[in-house]
C-alpha cells in the first residue's frame, strides 16, 4: 500500500541550489510562503468556521452588522505593512542580481533560433553549455539573432530575457560544483523546448584543464582584431593618431562627446550600436555618413568579437601589435578633417563585400 | 444542510407571457434587442468557446503526460496558443459581463432595457465575427505565438494564421468596448427613482469598474494588434529591431491593456460572489462602501502596474521597482473584499445552497490565487518565477478559480430568474466539490513545477518534472468532467425543471421582485427605490412565493 505512495516522497519541493545568491532568494520565497500560509489559513478558518457557526438555526435571526471603519482600515493597513516587507526584500535582491561585481568574468551569449552559442574571453566557444570554474562570478552579456529569447539558469534563480536589438545581462557566482540546466524561457517558435543546455559548475584543478583547450582562433580580441582588418575598419580608425573616425584607443566606457551636445557613455550597448548603426549617434567633431552600416552584414557573435577587441584598447600601454593587415604604411594624418568627398570614396572602398 | 429554494407547483398549465416565449423563430433572436435574448445568445455562443477552449487544454494536459509528449512540438505550440487565444477573448473576457451583466444591469437597477438595444446585439455580431475570425484560424491550421503575440515573433518569424487570430481578438475586442460603453450609460441615466449611487448592488458597482476598463484599454491592445499587422504585412518597422524597432515597445503597448483585462475578467466576478454571500447569510455586504469603493480602486489603479510583466525584459532596474511597489497596491483593495465576504457571514444565518458552495470555492480559490500574486510581484522571486508554470498556476488560480466559479455561483444564482426552472441541487453541489477538488489537484502542482524551473510553453520537458505533470493532468481529466456536469443538468433544467416564482432564493434586489423569466420589458411600472441594497432579514419574515 505505502509503496504506491512512495512516488510522492522523490518529489523534490525546491530545485537544486547554486549559489549563494539563489540561497538568498530561497529564504524570500519561504517568508513569502509562510505569510501566504499564515493569509490562508486566516482566510479559510474564517469561512469555514462563521459557516458553521453562523449557519441557519431555527429561532436565531441574522444579526445586522453594517461594517466597521476600524477593522477595514487594520486589515488594509497590516497586509500592506507585510506587504512593504516583501517589496523592500524583492528589490533589495533584484538590485544586487542587476549589478554584477567587479571581478566578475564576462562571458558572452548569442541566442538564437534554436541554440545558445558562447564565446568565452579566451575565444574558447561553446554549444548549449558553460563551463565555469566555482566561485568566480559570471556575467552573462547576451544577444540575441532573431527573436526574443530568455536565459534562465534555475539552480541560480537568475533568467533575463535577450531582446534582439539590445545587450541583455545578468550574473550569478556558483558555489557548488554541479551539472545544472539552462533553460530558454521566452517562447522564441517550433523548437523552443529544445533551446536548452546545461552549466558546469567545476572546481579549479577541473576547469583548469577543460580550459586549457582553448580557442583555435585566439582569444576573443584577436578574433576582434582579424575582423577588424577584414573589414577595413582599420582605414578610418586609426589606432594611435586622429583618423576620419574617432580614436578607439581608451575609448571603451569612456564618456563620449556627441554632436548634438549629449555625452554618452562607450559601453557594450553603445559600441554595437555604432558598429550596426554608425549614423545613430555621431561623435563631436566628425561627420555622419562616412562609416557605411554594418546591420545584417556582421553576426551578434561578430559584434561581440570587435568589442572585445576594442576593449582590450582601454589601457594606456601600448596598442595591440598590429600584425595582421593593420596598415603601418598610412600616412600620418593631420588632425583636421579631410576633405568630405575623399571620405566618401574612402567610405564607399570599405563598403563590405556582399 | 439547509437549503433555501421553494419551487412552485405546476398549477398552471400555461406559462405567463415572458421574454422567452413572447416571439418564436430564429429571427426573433437574432434581430432582438432585448437584453435578456442577447445574454442568451451570448450564455450559447461563450459556452461554445469555451468547450473549444477546453477541448485544447486537455490535450495540451494529454501530451504533457510524457516528457517527449505526445504530438509533434508544432502542434503543441498551436494548442497552448489557441487554448489561450479563445479561452482569453472568447471567454473570459465576454463572460460575465456579456451574460449575467447584460440580463441583469438594467433589471437590477430598474431599466427596462440597456440604454442602447440594437449597440447590444452590434457587439454580439462583432463578438461572433471576432469569433469567426479566430476559428477560421484554427481551422486553417492554427496559430503559434501565444495568446501574447509578442513580437518579433509574431511579425516577423512566425508561419502560422497569426493575422486572423489577431484580427479576431481585434474585433471581439469592439464588442467588449460596446458592452462597457453601454453599462456605463445605462448605470448613469436610466437609475429607477430612489436608485442611488449608494443604493446600487454590488454587481452593479463591479460593472460599472469594469466597463471603464474595458472603454480605457481595450483600444490600446486593437492598436497594438493592428501595429503587429501593420509590421507582418507591410513591414514597417515598429517592433522588429532589423527593420528599425523595438520589441520592448509591443510589450508596453500590449500590457498596458492586457494586465487591466485581468480585473475586466475578475472584477465582473467579485461582483457576483457579494451577491450571493448577501444572500446566502442574509446579511447586507460587510463594508458595502468599501467593496464598492475597491471595485474603483482595482479598476484605476489596475492601469499603473503592466510594467509588472516586464520585470526580465530589460527595461530599467528603477522602472522595475516603481512597478513593483505599484503593484503592492492593487493587492489591497483584493484583500479588502476578500476580508469583507468572510465578515459578511458573521453572525449571519447560512445556508449552503449551491450558488453559495461555488462562493465558497470562489474565495479559497481566489486567496491562493491573490497571494501567489505576491510572489510574481516581488521583484526578486519574480526573476525566479517568471516564465515558468507557477505563472501558469497563477493565473489559472485568478482566472479558472476566481472567474469560471463565480461565473458558475452567479449561474446557478440567476437561472430560475432566467429561465424561470430550477436545476438538480444534489447535482450542483456535487459538480461544485469536483470542480473544486479537479481544480486544485491540476493546479497545485504546477505551482511546485514552476519553483523548480520548468518553463511554460514546452512541448517537452526533462523526465524529472513526470510526476508533478501526471497529477496535473489527473486533476485537469477530474476538472474536465466536473464542468460537463453543469452543461448536463442545466440544459435539462432549461427543459424540464420545476418551476419556480420569481423569488425561489428569497433574496433582495429588483430583480426578484419582477417574474420569472421576466417580460421583454422587465417592469410593468418602473419602481421606486426606497431602501438600501442587501436589506436581509431572517428567512422566515418572507413569505413563499
Known amino acids: 500500500m505505502w509503496a504506491s505512495y512512495r512516488f510522492l516522497a522523490d518529489i523534490p519541493f525546491v530545485g537544486p541550489v547554486g549559489s549563494k545568491e539563489a540561497a538568498d532568494i530561497d529564504l524570500l520565497w519561504w517568508f513569502l510562503c509562510a505569510v501566504s500560509l499564515v493569509m490562508t489559513v486566516i482566510i479559510f478558518v474564517g469561512v469555514i468556521g462563521f459557516a458553521i457557526k453562523y449557519r441557519k438555526k431555527a429561532g436565531v435571526d441574522p444579526v445586522p452588522v453594517h461594517g466597521s471603519n476600524v477593522l477595514e482600515i487594520t486589515w488594509s493597513i497590516i497586509p500592506f505593512i507585510v506587504m512593504l516587507v516583501m517589496f523592500w526584500w524583492g528589490a533589495e535582491l533584484f538590485f544586487a542580481a542587476e549589478n554584477p561585481p567587479k571581478d566578475a568574468e564576462e562571458v558572452f551569449v548569442v541566442g538564437k533560433q534554436w541554440m545558445w552559442k558562447i564565446q568565452h574571453p579566451d575565444g574558447t566557444r561553446e554549444m548549449n553549455s558553460l563551463h565555469v570554474p566555482v566561485g568566480q562570478a559570471v556575467k552573462l552579456t547576451m544577444a540575441s539573432e532573431d527573436v526574443i529569447h530568455s536565459f534562465s539558469i534555475p539552480a541560480f534563480r537568475v533568467r533575463h530575457d535577450v531582446v534582439p536589438g539590445h545587450y541583455d545581462s545578468l550574473w550569478f557566482r556558483p558555489t557548488t560544483p554541479g551539472h545544472y540546466r539552462i533553460f530558454c524561457t521566452e517562447y522564441c517558435g517550433d523548437r523552443h523546448s529544445q533551446m536548452i543546455g546545461y552549466v558546469d559548475v567545476m572546481d579549479e584543478n577541473e576547469y583548469g584543464k577543460w580550459a586549457s583547450g582553448g580557442g583555435s582562433g585566439g582569444t576573443l580580441a584577436e578574433q576582434g582584431q582579424q575582423l577588424f582588418t577584414q573589414n577595413g575598419c582599420s582605414t578610418c580608425h586609426l589606432l594611435n593618431e586622429q583618423g576620419r573616425c574617432p580614436i578607439l584607443k581608451g575609448l571603451y566606457n569612456k564618456p563620449v562627446q556627441l554632436n548634438d551636445g549629449r555625452t554618452v557613455i562607450a559601453d557594450d550597448a553603445y559600441l554595437r550600436e555604432s558598429i550596426l548603426q554608425p549614423n545613430a549617434k555621431i561623435v563631436n567633431g566628425y561627420d555622419a555618413n562616412v562609416m557605411p552600416n554594418f546591420q545584417g552584414q556582421l553576426s551578434e557573435e561578430n559584434v561581440i568579437q570587435l568589442i572585445a577587441y576594442i576593449k582590450s584598447l582601454a589601457g594606456n600601454a601600448a596598442p595591440a601589435p598590429t600584425q595582421g593587415g593593420n596598415p603601418p604604411a598610412t600616412a600620418p594624418t593631420p588632425a583636421v578633417k579631410k576633405p568630405k568627398v575623399a571620405i566618401k570614396e574612402a567610405a564607399a572602398n570599405m563598403m563590405p563585400q556582399q | ?545
Request: hydrophobic share 50%; aromatic share 18%; net charge neutral.
Open chain 2, 1 to 545: 444542510m439547509a437549503t433555501t429554494y421553494t419551487t412552485t407547483p405546476e398549477t398552471s398549465a400555461e406559462e405567463p407571457v415572458n421574454y422567452l416565449n413572447v416571439e418564436h423563430g430564429w429571427k426573433s433572436w437574432l434581430f432582438t434587442t432585448d437584453h435578456k435574448r442577447i445574454a442568451m445568445l451570448y450564455l450559447f455562443s461563450i459556452t461554445v468557446m469555451f468547450i473549444i477552449g477546453g477541448a485544447f487544454a486537455i490535450l495540451v494536459r494529454i501530451h504533457l503526460t510524457q516528457p517527449q509528449g505526445l504530438f509533434p512540438p508544432e502542434v503543441y505550440n498551436r494548442l497552448f496558443t489557441m487554448h489561450g487565444v479563445v479561452m482569453i477573448f472568447f471567454f473570459l473576457i465576454p463572460s460575465i459581463p456579456a451574460t449575467l451583466g447584460n440580463f441583469l444591469l438594467p433589471i437590477q437597477i430598474g431599466a427596462k432595457d440597456l440604454a442602447f438595444p440594437r449597440i447590444n446585439l452590434l457587439s454580439w455580431y462583432l463578438y461572433i465575427g471576432g469569433a469567426a475570425f479566430a476559428i477560421f484560424a484554427v481551422v486553417r491550421g492554427g496559430v503559434d505565438t501565444g495568446w501574447t503575440f509578442y513580437a518579433p515573433y509574431s511579425t516577423t518569424y512566425s508561419n502560422s494564421y497569426v493575422l486572423s487570430a489577431a484580427m479576431g481578438a481585434f474585433v471581439a475586442g469592439f464588442s467588449s468596448i460596446l458592452t462597457g460603453l453601454n453599462f456605463i450609460v445605462t448605470v448613469h441615466k436610466m437609475r429607477a427613482p430612489g436608485m442611488s449611487w449608494m443604493r446600487m448592488p454590488l454587481f452593479i458597482w463591479a460593472h460599472y469598474a469594469t466597463g471603464l476598463i474595458q472603454i480605457l484599454g481595450t483600444p490600446v491592445v486593437a492598436i497594438a494588434l493592428v501595429l503587429v499587422a501593420v509590421e507582418r504585412v507591410m513591414h514597417v518597422g515598429i517592433f522588429d529591431p532589423n527593420i528599425g524597432g523595438d520589441p520592448i515597445l509591443f510589450q508596453h503597448i500590449f500590457w498596458f491593456y492586457s494586465h487591466p483585462a485581468v480585473y475586466i475578467m475578475i472584477l465582473p466576478g467579485m461582483g457576483v460572489i457579494s451577491e450571493v454571500i448577501a444572500c446566502f447569510s442574509r446579511k447586507r455586504i460587510f463594508g458595502y462602501e468599501f467593496v464598492a469603493a475597491s471595485s474603483m480602486g482595482i479598476a484605476i489603479l489596475g492601469f499603473l502596474v503592466w510594467g509588472h510583466h516586464m520585470f526580465v525584459t530589460g527595461q530599467s532596474v528603477y522602472t522595475g521597482i516603481v512597478f513593483s511597489f505599484l503593484t503592492f497596491f492593487v493587492a489591497v483593495p483584493s484583500a479588502v473584499k476578500v476580508f469583507n465576504w468572510t465578515a459578511t457571514m458573521y453572525k449571519g444565518s447560512v445556508t449552503f445552497d449551491s450558488p453559495m458552495l461555488y462562493a465558497f470555492a470562489f474565495i479559497g480559490l481566489f486567496t491562493i490565487g491573490g497571494l501567489t500574486g505576491l510572489f510574481l510581484s516581488t521583484l526578486a522571486t519574480d526573476v525566479a518565477l517568471h516564465g515558468t508554470y507557477f505563472v501558469v498556476a497563477h493565473f489559472h488560480f485568478v482566472m479558472v478559480g476566481g472567474m469560471v466559479v463565480a461565473f458558475l455561483a452567479g449561474l446557478h444564482f440567476w437561472w430560475p430568474k432566467m429561465t424561470g426552472r430550477m436545476y438538480s441541487e444534489p447535482w450542483a453541489k456535487f459538480a461544485a466539490l469536483l470542480i473544486f477538488a479537479g481544480f486544485n489537484l491540476t493546479f497545485l502542482p504546477q505551482f511546485v513545477l514552476g519553483y523548480l524551473g520548468m518553463p511554460r510553453r514546452y512541448a517537452a520537458y526533462p523526465p524529472e518534472f513526470q510526476v508533478l505533470n501526471v497529477l496535473s493532468t489527473a486533476g485537469a481529466s477530474i476538472l474536465g468532467i466536473a464542468f460537463f456536469i453543469p452543461m448536463i443538468y442545466l440544459t435539462w433544467s432549461w427543459f424540464k425543471g420545476p418551476r419556480v416564482g420569481k423569488d425561489p432564493w428569497h433574496a433582495k434586489g429588483l430583480e426578484w421582485e419582477i417574474q420569472s423569466p421576466p417580460t421583454t420589458f422587465n417592469f410593468d411600472e418602473t419602481p421606486t427605490v426606497t431602501e438600501e441594497a442587501y436589506n436581509y432579514g431572517p428567512l422566515e419574515e418572507h413569505p413563499v412565493v
